[in-house]
């Protein structure tokens, strides 16, 4: 349990691809149950990431903090896109900037040490 939670990124990743499919086929069909079952999601994917954050995290280490705010600033994004489909509002630049921080933060994860490290 301790090296699920805290020594691995499978579940954290898990909870994102999860979420990033269920916003995606809410926006192509917009219903409550796939909505509520996103922001589900949105906090499993901020527990996880809180727990990896408060074990590895390091003072001189800015991209923790960046990565942080990137990853909940992304799932701010994609809930006001949602919520602008479900008002029948134009959503293109919400979610223009959703898919931007999404990679930003997906940059930082994988640049940061644990897991996998493509860019680093
Ligand atoms: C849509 C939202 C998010 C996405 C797409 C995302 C994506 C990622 C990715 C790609 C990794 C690297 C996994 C690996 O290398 O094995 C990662 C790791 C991590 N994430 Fe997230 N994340 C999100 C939200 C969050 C949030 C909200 C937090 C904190 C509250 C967070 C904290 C972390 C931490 C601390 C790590 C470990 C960094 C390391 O040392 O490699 N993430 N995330």
Do not use: C, Q
Request: aromatic residues 12%; positive net charge.
């Amino acid at each position: 349990m301790e090296t699920l939670f805290f020594n691995s990124t499978h579940l954290h990743i898990t909870t994102w691809v999860i979420a990033i499919i269920l916003f995606f086929i809410a926006l192509g069909k917009y219903s409550t149950g796939t909505h509520m079952a996103l922001r589900l999601f949105y906090i499993l994917v901020i527990a996880t990431g809180v727990l990896l954050f408060v074990r590895h995290h390091s003072m001189d280490d800015m991209l923790y903090g960046m990565k942080m705010l990137a990853g909940l600033v992304t799932i701010g994004l994609m809930e006001m896109a949602l919520v602008r489909k479900k008002k029948g509002k134009e959503t293109s630049m919400m979610l223009i900037a959703a898919v931007l921080l999404l990679i930003v933060t997906l940059y930082l994860g994988f640049r940061l040490p644990m897991g996998f490290n493509f860019f680093a």
